[in-house]
């Protein structure tokens, strides 16, 4: 999806997925220390990448909308963190080898196969020897609840496909569930959800 599109959807003074962090990202905060260095993959209006930098990560945020990239940083700005933000298409991006010690991959299903497995791809070059990798992303099944999403079952994952990227690094968690959320007014409701920790090597 273009630019033009998330700047259009970003286009308000409301924050559409809300300030506060991924519930599944927060959950796992025993994994964050000061210091590390943090990428958060399309990190849209900075919900995440604020939280992570609240923890003491140093973040760097990428995302593809120069809208939301200016909310993020009013949003770092209005909690008093530091937030370092990219502009760039993660398809295109030149994911650095072994830059950051966390990569946080929170709903990037933006991208259909074949795209995608650039950003896998990009995702295995760029952690750290012992980083670790925190998903979240909906299942299929999230296409009956339609209450946040692409509206394409080819966009989404499942745990057998999570495991077929990343079975050979260390897998710390992985499960799907079914569970409500609330994250502004894009995702709202029962939702079909996969989850995933896993260290690379």
Do not use: C
């Amino acid at each position: 999806m273009s630019s033009d599109f998330w700047n259009a959807r970003y286009a308000t003074e409301a924050y559409i997925f809300g300030t506060a962090p991924n519930a599944f990202l927060a959950s796992q905060a025993a994994l964050i220390r000061p210091g590390m260095r943090a990428l958060a993959v399309a990190d849209g209006e900075g919900r995440n990448g604020v939280w992570l930098a609240e923890q003491g990560a140093s973040v760097h945020a990428v995302d593809v909308s120069p809208a939301a990239l200016e909310k993020a940083r009013k949003l770092a700005a209005a909690r008093g963190v530091a937030l370092e933000t990219e502009l760039a298409d993660v398809l295109d991006w030149q994911w650095p080898e072994a830059a950051y010690d966390l990569v946080a991959a929170i709903f990037i299903q933006f991208a259909p196969p074949p795209e995608r497995e650039r950003i896998i791809a990009g995702i295995r070059r760029t952690l750290r020897p012992g980083g670790v990798l925190i998903l979240q992303g909906y299942t299929p099944k999230q296409l009956e609840y339609g209450t946040g999403g692409p509206p394409s079952a080819a966009n989404m994952y499942t745990s057998a496909l999570l495991r077929e990227w990343f079975g050979d690094w260390d897998i710390l968690h992985l499960a799907e569930h079914e569970s409500f959320i609330s994250e502004g007014t894009h995702h709202h409701g029962m939702s079909a959800l996969v989850d995933l920790v896993a260290r690379k090597p």
